[in-house]
């Protein structure tokens, strides 16, 4: 890809330090989800072409990579993010072109990723064993140590924030890494490939490979020589990865869906939370694993807070990714089906709400309006489904059961967000709600890198993100000694 300040191939892949051509020679067409054109081939791994990024990730761990002390890793990765500190604006366009996000948000996406290579940069010398009182004659200690070879899966919404926490933390803890990015949307993490030589990475501690999820991710998670998957993705494809990783006896960690809920009680500040309700559903066109797609409000605000979502809801706009407006298009034509199937079931809905699309969007492009609707049912399928589109659904509660009740409702458990300034409901309802998050008079505490993240149920299972995800990425040694 040529852009300025920012070279690579985007049609070949990286392994071992070096760019190659696969070995299928089948090419991926990506797409600009904004008018459909198409802006890069990508290569579509083989059996053969995962092999070899194993093996090259098997070799890293025995030589050059595996030599290096903690605080050597851990400058590399600090390296690595002053790189995309560097290229913040080369990256967001591109992943704004090749995933149809606003500028503003791709922006934060690549500021992210540099923030996640800071943290873990900072953090890889700092995870430490331990010593455990044991029997008179006896020392005991603990060693954390990798994996070995980490698989990353990785789906197409936030390429650049889920590369930043998966591999940021597996690279901290001395694992050699294959990412096999979506290939729907992969061009910013191929630029890793260039920036990862750039910053002097070991040949073969990072490597790329894109293609079918089908064909190359399943290879991945098949090959014999992995040692950990990090899957981000689907609860469909997670469950094939958890069933093909029990296979090789390998961890994995899911990072799946979600049906988040927010609830709004009687004494909330309304005001300061309407963004919050409405962005945290919009965001990314709602294509977002945290998204909130489901407002619980109390039926003594219900007039009240219908009214002001409503006001704002009608003036979202719907544009090309480039015009930075609220929303961008979806991913694909696919997920716009996705996304009016579901609408198709709404029939029995009030909608109480939409957005608009701007005049000048290209035929070919992948839009959606974004839609609120009011008084649904907390059992209907788009109160219990993730839908992967801007689609809000507001559910009147009775009470405080209630409300946990209905929170508590779906499969998933992923984030929830708690709207009231009694501080006895905030610590009662935080501890009620089944999910791997709670946010108390906010949503999403501005994504920070530092805090732990997974879901519980069908959102899946492990903690990214944090210090939390170095233990994921490592394995404890308990070392007993006998006193002579
Ligand atoms: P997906 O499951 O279709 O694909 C995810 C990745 O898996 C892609 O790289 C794909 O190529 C690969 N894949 C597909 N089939 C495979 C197979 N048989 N074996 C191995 N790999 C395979 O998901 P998607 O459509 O890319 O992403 C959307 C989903 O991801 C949503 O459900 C969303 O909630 C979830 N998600 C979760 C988080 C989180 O952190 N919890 C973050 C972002 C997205």
């Known amino acids: 890809m040529l852009n300025d300040n920012l070279w690579y191939p985007t049609d070949k892949i990286f392994i071992n330090g070096q760019w190659k051509d696969c070995h299928s020679k089948n090419r991926l067409p990506i797409e600009n989800p904004s008018n459909g ?17 194993v093996n090259s990730a098997s070799n890293a761990l025995n030589n050059s990579w595996g030599d290096l002390t903690a605080s050597e890793r851990g400058r590399l990765l600090l390296k690595l993010s002053e790189l995309v500190r560097n290229r913040i604006d080369n990256l967001a366009i591109i992943e704004s072109f090749d995933v149809g996000k606003p500028l503003k948000q791709a922006k934060s996406d690549a500021l992210a990723l540099a923030r996640y290579f800071e943290f873990y940069g900072g953090a890889s010398d700092k995870i430490m064993g331990e010593t455990i009182p044991y029997l ?42 294959v990412l096999k990015p979506s290939e729907e949307a992969c061009l910013t993490a191929l630029a890793i490939g260039q920036l990862a030589n750039e910053a002097g990475f070991p040949e073969g501690s990072i490597n790329i490979v894109t293609g079918l999820g089908e064909k190359s991710g399943s290879s991945l998670i098949k090959h014999p020589d992995i040692n950990h998957i990090s899957f981000t993705g689907s609860v469909e494809i997670g469950k094939k990865v958890q069933t093909e990783a029990a296979k090789n006896l390998i961890p994995v960690t899911l990072e799946l869906g979600g049906k988040s809920p927010q609830i709004v009680f009687e004494d909330a500040n309304l005001e300061k939370a309407l963004p919050f309700l409405i962005n945290a559903g919009i965001q990314n066109a709602g294509q977002t694993c945290s998204a909130s797609s489901r407002i619980l409000v109390s039926k003594k605000i219900y007039p009240e807070l219908i009214e002001k979502m409503s006001k704002l809801y009608c003036k979202l706009k719907v544009a090309q990714a480039i015009d930075d407006k609220d929303l961008g298009p979806v991913i694909s034509s696919r997920q716009r089906e996705i996304i009016t199937n579901y609408l198709k079931l709404s029939k029995d809905l009030e909608c109480i709400s939409e957005g608009k699309f701007e005049t000048n969007l290209p035929e070919k492009g992948y839009y959606v309006l974004p839609k609120l609707f009011g008084n649904v049912k907390y059992s209907h399928r788009l109160a219990q489904e993730e839908i992967f ?43 009620a709600i089944k999910s791997g998050q709670v946010f108390i008079n906010n949503y999403g505490a501005g994504g920070g890198v530092e805090l732990p993240f997974g879901g519980k149920g069908y959102s899946g299972h492990g903690r990214e993100k944090g210090f939390e995800a170095l233990y994921g990425f490592s ?3 308990t070392v007993a000694a006998l006193h002579e």
């Not at 083989?46 to 092999?51: A, R, Y």
């Not at 801007?390 to 984030?415: H, R, W």
């Open 389 to 431: 589109g801007p689609v809000q659904v507001v559910i009147p509660f009775e009470d405080e059961e209630d409300a946990v009740k209905i929170a508590n409702s779906t499969k998933y458990g992923l984030v929830a967000s708690i709207w009231t300034l009694d501080g006895a409901r905030q610590m009662r309802v935080a501890k």
């Open 475 to 477: 394995t404890l040694k």
């Open 136 to 177: 008179k004659d006896y020392t005991v200690y603990t060693l954390r140590e990798p994996h070995g070879v980490t698989g990353h899966i990785i789906p197409w919404n936030y390429p650049m924030q889920i590369i930043g926490r998966t591999l940021g933390a597996s690279l901290a803890m001395g694992n050699a890494c």
């Open 37 to 53: 054109e198409v802006i890069a081939e990508i290569s579509d791994s083989c059996d053969i072409d995962i092999d070899e990024a």
